[in-house]
């Protein structure tokens, strides 16, 4: 469970610091599709529409 979190608040951090799909699935070494999931979760988690309300919510809650 610990590590799904960790994965998820560093996602966070490479969509607010602008990177594209393929950069971060690059980072975490997962397909672009799966980062793509990701993101839509994260997104809907966060109750925002687009990957800049992200990180803007990311920014202000401390996670970037």
Known sequence: MAAQIALVVHSIHLIA????????????TISVKTVRNHVSNILNK?????????????RDSGLA
Not at 17 to 28: E, H, M, R, V
């Open 46 to 58: 966060l109750q925002v529409a687009d990957r800049a309300q992200a990180a803007l919510r990311a």
């Open 17 to 28: 610091c602008g990177n594209t799909n393929a950069d971060i699935a690059s980072a975490l």
